[in-house]
């Protein structure tokens, strides 16, 4: 299905959010991630289901002021 | 030294880690100021990019880490971002930016003390980056905040404290509240000036990492921040318009 990863439109197999990460190469990084503008925090990835159209933000540690 | 939430910082300077040469240059520039505080951002991350290396190099510095909502607009896209960075850096700490304007970078008042109150009442100590306004300041207190960060200028102008009065007016009417200047500083002789006003700390970046020797202007930095603390603990004189000698009058040689 096609999801839109960081504003990039993307197509997954997986079906709930810790799937995708590990599908779309994020492993163990440290990062935080969003569905559809919600924070989705990392103990209940395995819980947040995914849908075509969804909006994943996967954001990670940078340089800031 | 400044104490934010019962932390005590080693040194009223903290320092942001954006816009370097490098990070070799980073690392020097807080080596040599001793910054108190490190901030940091989260943006989006390619799979397999860089952000490991990046926070190998902030945990190495040792220091708290305030991490921002810098570029966040909405209350909601800001409390978001809150939630996402407690989680990746382990810290309840937020600099709460809400911006209100793309051009000037001015807090959105309004938006800002909603997104405070909501991080207050769910855990998170917050950090307002706010205006010089005493009665926003005053609402950021009500809504949890126990610190205020108003801007001297614009972030990234390096024009200083373009409004001493409102800023001086701040100090004292919450003489109690810890105070740091965030943004537009340029040089240090301006954050020697808000020390001597009695603020706590001040918040830099871009005088920083954009000067052609990031490391010596951050401890140009201190070292005026240093000389600002020292002045205000020493009760300052007051100015005076007519001059008064300072050499003594009595036995002057009387030489006509």
């Known amino acids: 299905m096609k999801i839109t990863v960081n504003g990039t ?18 492993g163990e990084a440290r990062v935080a991630t969003a569905v559809n503008e919600t924070f989705v925090p990392a103990a209940a990835r395995g819980h947040q289901a995914l849908a ?13 002021g | 030294m400044p104490v ?20 070799a240059v980073l690392a020097e520039a807080f080596r040599r100021s001793g910054a108190g505080v490190v901030t940091v951002s989260l943006r989006r991350e390619a799979a397999g990019g860089g952000g490991e290396g990046f926070w190998e190099l902030i945990r190495a510095l ?12 909405s209350v909601r896209e800001a409390v978001t971002t809150a939630h996402m960075a407690r989680e990746v850096f382990g810290t309840d700490w937020i600099k709460l930016e809400v911006i209100g304007h793309s051009d000037t970078l001015q807090p959105d008042p309004f938006g800002l003390v909603e997104a405070a109150r909501i991080l207050s009442d769910d855990g998170f100590r917050v950090f307002p980056y706010t205006t010089e306004d005493g009665i926003l300041g005053g609402r950021l207190l009500e809504a949890g905040c126990e610190v205020l960060m108003p801007w001297g200028a614009p972030i990234g102008t390096g024009l200083g404290l373009n409004n001493v009065y409102g800023l001086r007016t701040l100090r004292a009417q919450f003489p109690d509240v810890p105070m740091v200047i965030d943004a537009g500083l340029g040089r240090p002789s301006q954050a020697a000036q808000a020390m001597e006003m009695g603020f706590d700390a001040v918040l830099l970046n871009t005088a ?23 002045a205000r603990a020493a009760d300052p004189m007051e100015p005076r318009d007519m001059a008064a000698p300072s050499t003594p009058v009595l036995g002057l040689a009387v030489l006509e």
């Open chain 2, 62 to 73: 040792g220091r708290p880490v305030l991490p921002n909502t810098a570029g966040c607009h």
């Open chain 2, 4 to 23: 934010f939430y019962g932390t005590e910082i080693a040194s009223p300077l903290m320092l942001g880690t954006a816009q370097y040469p490098s990070p």
């Open chain 1, 52 to 64: 075509a159209g969804d909006r994943l933000e996967i954001l990670a540690p940078k340089q800031g």
């Open chain 2, 208 to 230: 920083v990492a954009k000067a052609g020797d990031p490391a010596a202007m951050a401890e140009g930095f201190a070292r005026a921040l240093e000389a600002g603390r020292l």
């Open chain 1, 9 to 26: 439109p993307t197509d997954i197999a997986a079906t709930d959010l810790a799937a995708a990460l590990e599908e779309l190469g994020y």
